[in-house]
């Protein structure tokens, strides 16, 4: 099951510095990073508060970072253009919130970004069987959505194999991304079971400079533990 794609590195701006994004974004950019993560949440879907179009409108500006935005927020439909406007490069949203998920992954492509769906832990994969050729992504949330710092459910590392193998019986090329508990101690684990894109927060931004924690993952995920 192993990945031969370089991992992409998606580092939660949910554990970074709220008075100080810009700055963040920029050091991310400086340090190699190529994808950032935006956790959308309403404080309905999930049990949180974060950010909203205007504040992503508002760092667009000045980076160039690939904008990797995760809608955890009930009836994304009606925000889907207010996001991709403010700079959205790929909009995730959750099955579990949809109630016509093809209709929704639809208009965010047609919106221009790139669209995705993530699944709650207990969420099974089947929902995607019919919708999974149409997806850029898919993002597996190993903890249940709403905080930051959370462990790895390991029930989720046999979900990431299924997903992998069902991706390759639809020979497509979607991606799969991991969001939760993600440590450079269980990134080779990940990545062998066919993960794509690593989602990390306090992991991530609690171990500065931020380029030699983006090459410690980089290095875990080759299985370079020296």
Not at 32 to 50: E, K, L, Q, R, Y
Not at 76 to 87: M, N, Q, R, S, T
């Amino acid at each position: 099951m192993q990945n031969s794609k370089p991992v992409i590195m998606s580092p939660s701006l949910l554990s970074a510095d709220f008075t100080r994004l810009g700055e963040e974004l920029d050091k991310l950019e400086k340090a190699g990073v190529s994808w950032v993560h935006w956790d959308i949440m309403d404080g309905a879907f999930v049990p949180n508060i974060t950010f909203g179009p205007p504040v992503i409108k508002a760092c667009r500006k000045n980076s160039g970072l690939f904008f990797d935005v995760h809608l955890m927020i009930e009836k994304p439909d009606k925000y889907l253009k207010d996001f991709v406007e403010a700079g959205a490069d790929l909009l995730c949203v959750h099955a579990e919130a949809c109630v016509h998920l093809e209709r929704t992954v639809s208009r965010i492509a047609e919106l221009g970004a790139k669209p995705a769906v993530s699944l709650n832990p207990h969420t099974p994969l089947s929902v995607l069987e019919y919708i999974l050729p149409q997806l850029h992504m898919v993002l597996i949330m190993s903890v249940n959505p709403g905080f930051g710092g959370q462990k790895f459910i390991p029930f989720s590392m046999q979900k990431i194999s299924r997903l992998k193998s069902m991706i390759r019986e639809h020979k497509t090329d979607v991606l799969i991304q991991v969001d939760g508990g993600v440590t450079p101690d269980n990134t080779y684990e990940l990545v062998q079971n066919g993960a794509d894109v690593l989602v990390s927060g306090s992991a991530f931004f609690g171990f500065p400079p931020y380029d030699q924690r983006l090459k410690t993952f980089e290095h875990a995920a080759a299985g370079d533990v020296s």
